[in-house]
């Protein structure tokens, strides 16, 4: 069983820096990819970074240029959010692809997400 925690989320002001952490715990044997989604009332989950083992990154048009991602150990990762905007505001979720057995494909873990607002 794998666990996914998350922290940071508060409301901060537009123009505003927060910085979300996640944590992966439990049966893990490998970590594929970590990433960050939000979900803003009324609308679907979206991607807003992820990382991979190699260090590859992807971000969400949106985002880029205001957000960073960062794997600082083997089970965490960061998201750096700088110069928020209003529409930032929603509920950050962390997923997590790992294996938790070396003959399995990896799964997805969800944490149960962290409230960003950004408001005045």
């Known amino acids: 069983q794998v666990q996914v925690v998350e922290s940071g989320g508060d409301l901060v002001q537009p123009g505003g820096s927060l910085r979300l952490s996640c944590v992966a715990s439990g049966r893990i044997i490998r970590i594929n990819v970590m990433g960050w989604y939000r979900q803003a009332p009324g609308e679907e989950r979206e991607l807003v970074a992820d990382i991979s083992t190699n260090g590859r990154t992807n971000y969400a048009d949106s985002v880029k240029g205001r957000f960073t991602i960062s794997q600082n150990t083997w089970n965490t990762v960061n998201l750096q959010m700088n110069s928020l905007k209003p529409e930032d505001t929603a509920v950050y979720y962390c997923?997590?692809?790992?294996?938790?057995?070396?003959?399995?494909?990896?799964?997805?873990?969800w944490g149960q997400g962290t409230q960003v607002n950004v408001s005045s």
């Open positions: 997923k997590v692809d790992c294996q938790t057995d070396r003959f399995a494909p990896p799964i997805s873990n």
